[in-house]
């Protein structure tokens, strides 16, 4: 199967009632990783770039798609190119003309009818170049910060700053209108996951979730996924959750070999980080129950 437009898996995940994978890399060594990784599993993946990353500047978008797209010839596995949260339509429009085949219109802090505009833009000139278009509703937080952070059922005042999750997550009735106004290929919700570290454990809002995927046919999808615990995962795949971001907690496990592999690999440092991260992914991506 090899290089694949995102929306063929995200339809393999709705056909599956699954989700697939979707790291965020930054060069070489963790694209490698992630595509050689899933197919040691056999499933499929998606391969994101961060536009906001460090490593952008030294991998800009052109050689970052050119590379997953060769990596992905050699292997059988669906794999799926993406950019990941982009508040810039120039530079969204600079990752579409570079080669990248799915692209996220992240207007989520906008009110929603300019986040409807916003993103509506963004459908309309990637539809030119049969790319697919990511939206995001909601608040999907950063769990350092505690008053972005929530980690509780609807409804429950949490964090420092007292904030209600009915403000911050995706509302069913927002999720309805914002999908019937803009034909994206899929909608990152806010259900309770936050960005980075959590400080305490998770609690995901299933009851949202299964409230939200009534209303909507579009796939789903899971930001924030680094720490959240595997039988939420399970839940959440199994109500609507058809792609799951993991970032954090993969750029921390590069960080943490490449110390080690100075000490224990030696010249052989590139290979010792490389099979690691690979090992990592295949592991991770076993909750994924899409069949190939």
Request: hydrophobic content about 45%.
């Amino acid at each position: 199967m090899a290089f694949c437009k995102v929306r063929d898996i995200l339809q393999m995940g709705v056909r599956d009632n699954a989700a697939v994978y979707a790291f965020d890399a930054a060069g070489l060594e963790q694209i490698w990783a992630v595509i050689k990784g899933a197919e040691k599993a056999n499933k499929p993946v998606i391969v994101m770039q961060y536009p906001a990353a460090p490593l952008v500047k030294m991998y800009p978008f052109e050689y970052f798609a050119a590379t997953v797209k060769a990596l992905a010839e050699q292997v059988s596995i669906p794999v799926g190119l993406h950019l990941d949260h982009c508040s810039d339509f120039d530079m969204i429009v600079d990752a579409i003309r570079c080669g990248f085949t799915s692209v996220m219109a992240d207007g989520s802090t906008l009110p929603f009818e300019e986040n409807v505009k916003f993103t509506s833009e963004v459908v309309r000139v990637a539809k030119i170049f049969d790319v697919d278009v990511e939206g995001e509703l909601g608040h999907v937080g950063v769990a350092s910060k505690t008053e972005d952070y929530v980690a509780a059922e609807d409804g429950v005042n949490v964090g420092e700053g007292g904030i209600s999750a009915d403000k911050l997550y995706t509302t069913a009735e927002d999720a309805k209108r914002f999908t019937e106004l803009v034909d994206v290929a899929s909608l990152a919700v806010a259900f309770g996951s936050a960005h980075g570290v959590y400080k305490v454990t998770p609690k995901l809002s299933i009851s949202r979730l299964s409230e939200i995927n009534a209303v909507t046919e579009t796939p789903l999808v899971l930001h924030g996924g680094s720490g959240i615990p595997e039988d939420q995962l399970v839940e959440a795949f199994s109500h609507g959750i058809n792609k799951f971001n993991v970032g954090t907690e993969f750029g921390m496990l590069t960080n943490e070999l490449k110390k080690e592999s100075f000490e224990k690999a030696g010249r052989g440092a590139e290979m010792y980080v490389r099979d690691g991260l690979t090992d990592y992914i295949a592991k991770k991506v076993s909750l994924c129950n899409i069949k190939l």
